[in-house]
């Protein structure tokens, strides 16, 4: 803790030390401490009224190795941390995949579920405590707030745009980027989210390329069904293999049953119509996968989904209380980016959107993409979005002599000249 600590005044370092003696870090083992676990974000939160609590069966299902895939070559642990009275004041999670830790330049793990209050003491223990469980499995560094699974979801902490969050999306209170710049951790990326007024007309030269690609007859486009899945999994596993393994540094090769688990939980939700699949002469070469944004519903549930608000949620499904979508991943096969595709995957969506059953849509939310890959953010502002949220994935190495290096700094540099107002997020 010394690196921490050089610039305090005796006394202040004493205090700081007295009030970290008095606080006491648990780790998650039974019934009760998991039950704590759960409880810290309704604790922290309980007065902010953007926050959206994420179902507690689906924080647990990141634990379990029958629902997370990553745990099958990985491990996890998370703790909670009591102030002097005994009562739930932070929690942390930590990890590692084996396969993933290694396509570092040194061996990295992750941290997540990160919550605390506002005090530099407790976070630091929470950080420490974590720390030193990945150093012990052979870590020199770790990311964070990360999920442990695909970046998807629950991905970077929220610095800007601090407003309604999607579904998946992570929401933080303010100082708690201060909690991680002041234990050390530095911007190993960040991502971009935007948002946009789907009743707004696009720009006309947009769709003028998105219709003279829809019109040439080795083109065509095919939304989502249950009924071919597994076809469906396979072209999207092509696809994404092959776009993001020429972009990607640490590229990592989609397993078809991670989206197999996507599709099985998202079966209440999911919709056929909003998830598109491009093909040239029979070849898959891109998508783009929306879903209805059920943080519009989760709001009213605080984590629990019992037979009563599973009722609940029906009666908000059809009575159409969702009026958002979120854009949770797309891809295109290196050469067919800039062709227009893209242009013309957002044309069969506009169609959708625009007919009878699906007018209660109003807004999509764009997110994320990172600040390595402006090719995206370029075709976002070209359908008239506007920046609304910008996160940040942060790195803390082990050992402070080692020299720190973004994610793609190349490509980082390249960015930063693609637009100046990246860092501006739209009122």
């Not at 469980?133 to 999920?147: F, T, V, Y």
Request: proline fraction near 5%; glycine fraction near 4%; hydrophobic fraction near 40%.
């Amino acid at each position: 803790m010394v690196h921490h600590l050089t610039f305090l005044g005796e006394n202040q370092i004493s205090r700081q030390q007295k009030n970290r003696d008095a606080m006491q870090i648990l780790p998650v083992r039974d019934r009760k401490t998991r039950f704590l676990f759960l409880e810290v974000p309704r604790i922290i939160y309980r007065s902010d009224p953007w926050w959206v609590c994420q179902l507690d069966s689906e924080t647990e299902s990141r634990f379990d190795p029958e629902e997370n895939n990553f745990l099958k070559d990985g491990e996890a642990d998370r703790w909670i941390l009591l102030d002097d009275k005994g009562k739930p004041i932070g929690r942390i999670a930590a990890f590692y995949n084996r396969i993933k830790a290694y396509e570092n330049d040194q061996p990295t793990g992750g941290i997540g579920m990160f919550e605390c209050i506002n005090s530099t003491e407790a976070s630091r223990l929470l950080f420490d405590t974590a720390r030193e469980w990945l150093r012990s499995k052979g870590m020199e560094a770790m990311d964070g707030p990360i999920n442990f699974g695909e970046n998807d979801s629950n991905w970077g902490l929220l610095i800007e745009g601090f407003t309604h969050p999607g579904m998946g999306m992570p929401y933080h209170l303010p100082y708690y980027r201060n909690l991680f710049e002041e234990y050390g951790f530095k911007e190993y990326f960040r991502q971009f989210s935007y948002h946009l007024d789907i009743r707004k007309p696009f720009p006309e030269r947009f769709w003028k390329i998105a219709d003279w690609i829809s019109r040439r007859q080795n083109f065509r486009f095919k939304h989502f069904t249950y009924k071919e899945q597994e076809k469906f999994i396979a072209d999207m596993v092509k696809i994404y293999n092959e776009a993001w393994a020429v972009f990607k540094e640490d590229f990592t090769p989609l397993d078809p049953q991670t989206i197999r688990n996507t599709i099985r939980k998202a079966r209440p939700i999911l919709d056929e119509k909003l998830v598109w699949f491009a093909y040239h002469e029979d070849e898959p070469i891109g998508f783009f996968i929306m879903f209805p944004d059920i943080n519009q519903i989760l709001k009213h549930f605080n984590g629990k989904m019992h037979l009563w608000n599973m009722l609940r949620f029906l009666y908000y499904k059809k009575t159409k209380k969702i009026t958002r979508v979120r854009a949770m991943v797309a891809g295109v096969v290196p050469r067919f980016q800039n062709t227009g595709v893209e242009s013309a995957i957002f044309r069969q969506l506009e169609k959708v959107f625009f007919s009878k059953p699906y007018l209660h849509y109003k807004e999509i939310e764009l997110s994320w993409v990172g600040d390595f890959n402006p090719k995206m953010r370029s075709l976002y502002e070209a359908v008239g979005a506007k920046l609304a949220k910008i996160h940040v994935t942060y790195r803390y190495l082990f050992d402070p002599a080692r020299p720190f290096k973004r994610f793609m700094p190349e490509a980082v540099e390249k960015a930063s000249k693609f637009d100046i107002r990246q860092h501006h997020v739209e009122d």
